[in-house]
């Protein structure tokens, strides 16, 4: 399975700031998958990312909130734009994994305040 | 609307009482169902993938098994170890999109 590297591993930032998430994979994927993981609720998905193309994001996540970036076939950014208490979470990417399964990276901690 | 409800939301063993966690959920075209364990601080870690009623899959201590409606992670005389989170999702060809339960907070007592 792929190794994912996932950094910062935590950040706390002022409201109004802006935070740019980076996933490297250790193998060439086609897709990127980015979630965020609320206290007590299930993981959600925010948008995939394919590289050469635009983001495809969920239904209540919107690109200028969460803009991705997908440069090449191992490597993603997520930011968290004009943040607000609300938007602190766990954010982690992922990609496709053996039985159809994910992989996941460790996460990122934001606390917005 | 496919959904996915884990019970209990929290359980604590002592090390070698055996239990089963339950993953309840309604799909569209069920694809597979997925169980993760997760760790605090870290990301969700794969375990394993079933993808049709009667199926059964083991790891170590660890046993899912699957139904028309539900599934459950069974832990055979679990260690502290076992302690994390579990998680269980879906993926059907209504949607295409997996639908992750809210987990499962296990904890194990030495």
């Known amino acids: 399975s792929a190794v994912i590297s996932q950094k910062p591993s935590r950040d706390i930032c002022q409201r109004g700031t802006s935070l740019t998430i980076q996933c490297q994979v250790d193998?060439?994927?086609?897709?990127m998958f980015w979630y965020r993981q609320q206290p007590g609720q299930s993981l959600t998905l925010i948008a995939t990312?394919?590289?050469?193309?635009?983001?495809?994001?969920e239904s209540g996540f919107v690109i200028d909130k969460f803009p991705i970036s997908r440069p090449n076939l191992t490597f993603s950014t997520l930011t968290v734009s004009n943040m607000s208490p609300e938007d602190s979470s766990i954010y982690l990417c992922?990609?496709?994994?053996?039985?159809?399964?994910?992989?996941f990276g460790s996460g990122t901690r934001l606390t917005v305040v | 609307e496919d959904q996915v409800t884990q019970s209990p939301e929290a359980l604590r063993l002592q090390e070698g009482e055996s239990s089963s966690l339950n993953c309840s959920y309604t799909?569209?075209?069920?694809?597979?169902l997925f169980w993760y364990r997760q760790d605090p601080g870290k990301g969700p870690e794969f375990l394993f993938t079933?993808?049709?009623a009667g199926e059964e899959k083991e790891k170590e201590r660890l046993k899912a098994t699957l139904t028309k409606k539900e599934s459950f992670l069974h832990i055979t005389a679990p260690k502290p170890e076992d302690s994390a989170t579990y998680l269980c999702?879906?993926?059907?060809?209504?949607?295409?999109?997996?639908?992750f339960g809210t987990g499962t907070r296990l904890k194990v007592l030495a």
């Open positions: 992922s990609v496709e994994g053996r039985d159809y399964g994910y992989t």
């Open positions: 193998s060439q994927v086609t897709m």
């Open positions: 990312a394919n590289q050469g193309s635009e983001a495809t994001y």
């Open positions: 799909v569209s075209g069920l694809r597979g």
């Open positions: 079933l993808y049709s």
């Open positions: 999702a879906v993926y059907g060809s209504g949607t295409y999109k997996y639908i």
